[in-house]
C-alpha cells in the first residue's frame, strides 16, 4: 500500500477543526498528514516572522504529494490561495474538504 503524504492547509480561525480533521485524514484514509503551527487561541507569535512560517509551510508542501484545503463553508483566505497556486504550480494535487464550485 502507498501512502500519499498530504499537508493540511486552511485558516487558522478553523485550528480546532483542523486538528480534527488531520486525525480523521490519518485514521480513516491513511494519509500521512503534515500538520501547520496551529494558532488554536489566536495568540500572536512574538519574535516570529510570519514569512519564516509561510517558507516553513511551502517547505511541507514541497515534501507532500498533495495539500488538503479545510475549506469550511467554503472560505478560503489570501494565505491559503496563496498556498494553493504553490501547490499547483508545483504538481501537486489539491483536495478541498468541501466541495469547491470556483476555480481559484
Given at each position: 500500500?502507498?501512502?500519499?503524504?498530504?499537508t493540511?492547509?486552511?485558516?487558522?480561525?478553523?485550528s480546532?477543526?483542523?486538528?480534527?480533521?488531520a486525525?480523521?485524514?490519518?485514521?480513516?484514509?491513511?494519509?500521512?498528514?503534515i500538520?501547520?503551527?496551529?494558532?488554536v487561541?489566536g495568540?500572536?507569535?512574538?519574535?516570529?516572522?510570519?514569512?519564516?512560517?509561510?517558507?516553513?509551510?511551502?517547505?511541507?508542501?514541497?515534501?507532500?504529494?498533495?495539500?488538503?484545503?479545510?475549506?469550511?463553508?467554503?472560505?478560503?483566505?489570501?494565505s491559503?490561495?496563496?498556498?494553493?497556486?504553490?501547490?499547483?504550480?508545483?504538481?501537486?494535487?489539491?483536495?478541498?474538504?468541501?466541495?469547491?464550485?470556483?476555480?481559484?
Amino acid at each position: 500500500m502507498d501512502i500519499e503524504v498530504i499537508t493540511i492547509c486552511g485558516s487558522m480561525r478553523y485550528s480546532k477543526e483542523m486538528m480534527k480533521i488531520a486525525e480523521e485524514l490519518e485514521l480513516k484514509n491513511g494519509y500521512a498528514v503534515i500538520q501547520c503551527v496551529y494558532n488554536v487561541d489566536g495568540q500572536k507569535f512574538e519574535g516570529i516572522d510570519a514569512s519564516i512560517l509561510d517558507k516553513i509551510h511551502r517547505k511541507k508542501i514541497d515534501i507532500s504529494d498533495a495539500i488538503y484545503v479545510v475549506n469550511i463553508n467554503g472560505y478560503i483566505g489570501n494565505s491559503t490561495k496563496n498556498e494553493i497556486e504553490y501547490a499547483k504550480n508545483n504538481g501537486k494535487k489539491v483536495i478541498y474538504h468541501e466541495k469547491e464550485d470556483k476555480k481559484i
